[in-house]
C-alpha cells in the first residue's frame, strides 16, 4: 500500500473543500426576492443572465 504524502492530503482536503462550497444552497429571504424583483422592473438594476 502506498503511502500518501502531507501534499497529497493537502490537496485532497483542498478539492473536498472546493466540491462542498460549490454545492452550498443560498437561501433568500422573501423580501429580499421581492425587493430585488421591484429594483429590476423599476429599470435600477439589470437582470442576471442564466
Do not use: W, Y
Request: aromatic content about 4%.
Amino acid at each position: 500500500m502506498r503511502t500518501i504524502t502531507l501534499k497529497e492530503q493537502r490537496q485532497r482536503v483542498n478539492l473536498s473543500r472546493k466540491l462542498h462550497m460549490s454545492r452550498t444552497r443560498r437561501n433568500f429571504s422573501a423580501k429580499f426576492k421581492s425587493d430585488l424583483v421591484l429594483e429590476v422592473l423599476k429599470g435600477e438594476k439589470e437582470p442576471i443572465p442564466c
